[in-house]
């Protein structure tokens, strides 16, 4: 049986704050968990219901669905929830096609796009300090496993492009197509936050492009949502190089 301790801790992990202060977060679904440990992740603690497939290779310990439904942070728990450790923070990415996002604040939408960037191989996703949380339970649950092979950085994201010699390329609602340039194939590519786009201090930092949009001139649609931009952006820039 689960302590009533244990679910406390658990159960903090919901909140940020916790989080950074026992370097630890919340991963469900049998296909997450066994990604992270088949990726080499830390987990600390595996827990599964009596209904759920054991996992016995990973020695998790099984609890009633009551229990569970004590610890997850969803509707309807999956079964399986794993306590795992935060990995330490590495350098700063110099090379590759990187993507930046800024102040991106929807966890489903930060999570998508790190599965996006696993999906056209593109190992790490540099953020502004105001963006999202990594290791929000939403974001983590739209990553479905893909944390485990993509780098998320934290960092003044306007020093970091200063500081770089890569080409930057900005998304914006220009009049200058992606589809019309010959993209690098090592670039850092910007995503802009979901209501206000790219900061001011960003804007003059590199190229702005952007997403034709083909429907009538008076269609009210303002823009794309920012993870459905970004896997249009990244099929194109893939298709581009070709690789």
Wanted: net charge negative.
């Amino acid at each position: 049986m689960i302590t009533k301790n244990k679910i406390k801790q658990i159960k903090s992990l919901a909140r940020k704050k916790h989080r950074d202060e026992l370097r630890l977060y919340i991963v469900e679904g049998y296909k997450s968990i066994r990604e992270l440990k088949n990726a080499g992740l830390s987990i600390e603690e595996i827990f599964v219901t009596n209904e759920s497939q054991k996992l016995d290779d990973l020695h998790p310990e099984t609890i009633t669905a009551a229990e569970m439904k004590s610890i997850s942070n969803l509707k309807t728990p999956p079964g399986y929830l794993a306590v795992v450790k935060m990995p330490e923070p590495q350098g700063l990415p110099n090379e590759g096609l990187i993507l930046a996002l800024d102040n991106v604040q929807d966890p489903g939408n930060l999570g998508t796009i790190i599965r996006l960037a696993d999906w056209f191989n593109v190992k790490h996703v540099v953020c502004s300090s105001a963006t999202v949380d990594l290791f929000n339970p939403k974001c983590i649950q739209a990553t479905m496993g893909s944390i485990a092979r993509v780098q998320v950085h934290y960092t003044d994201l306007e020093d970091y492009l200063q500081k770089s010699d890569l080409p930057i390329m900005i998304a914006t609602m220009s009049k200058t197509s992606v589809y019309d340039l010959s993209l690098p194939k090592n670039a850092i590519l910007i995503m802009g936050s979901e209501s206000h786009g790219i900061s001011e201090e960003l804007l003059n930092l590199g190229t702005a492009i952007s997403i034709p949009q083909y429907s009538p001139e008076n269609d009210k649609t303002e823009s794309l949502n920012v993870a459905t931009a970004t896997g249009i952006l990244l099929a194109e820039w893939r298709r581009s190089i070709g690789m």
